[in-house]
């Protein structure tokens, strides 16, 4: 599949993607767009208990209830990742709850890349880029090429530098 970075680049610039997001610009995006719930730090106060889940620096914490936030959530998993009764939530700077690659890809997005780093051939951008069109910050009008590269990741072809990688070596983005 060839992916048009030019494109993807001018769309970029021409939008005002924050970078990194700040904590308003993380509610508006996980509330609008994936109907997420603020809740309070106690609402996981079981991670407290888990020394792998870094929760003492935790900062803030959402949930995410509703079905029309879910199904955008899963949009990138395929049929073996889904199964009923999932639950899906972040707390910030501990852990992500359940398996969705579209919140794995857009917390990586929400951290950002440096600035230093932001320019055409540079791999990690242009992966960042790939990333922001995969979960919608990149949209374009009668886009026939989004569906092909969700069908892409769901099966298998991961990124390098953002997201999960299953160390296949089959990747979404490839740099010639």
């Known amino acids: 599949m060839n992916i048009d970075i ?4 001018e769309k970029y610039v021409s939008l005002n993607i924050p970078n990194p997001f700040s904590l308003d610009d ?8 994936y109907y997420a719930e603020e809740v309070d730090l106690s609402y996981y106060s079981s991670l407290s208990r888990d020394p792998e889940a870094n929760f003492e620096n935790a900062t803030v914490a959402y949930v995410f209830h509703d079905e029309r936030g879910i199904q955008k959530l899963l949009k990138l998993n395929n049929a073996n990742e889904i199964h009923e009764g999932m639950e899906f939530g972040w707390v910030m700077n501990s852990t992500q709850i359940g398996v969705s690659h579209v ?7 929400f951290y950002g890349i440096r600035t230093e780093d932001m320019y055409l051939g540079n791999l990690e951008f242009e992966e960042y880029l790939v990333a922001l069109y995969l979960t919608g910050h990149i949209q374009f009008d009668n886009d026939t090429q989004i569906d092909h590269l ?9 990124f390098r530098h953002f997201g999960a990688y299953n160390g296949s070596g089959m990747y979404l983005y490839n740099y010639v």
């Open 150 to 158: 969700v069908e892409r990741y769901r099966q298998g072809y991961y």
């Open 26 to 33: 993380i509610y508006r995006r996980l509330t609008k767009m």
């Open 6 to 9: 030019d494109k993807l680049y």
């Open 103 to 109: 919140l794995t890809l857009e917390i990586c997005i």
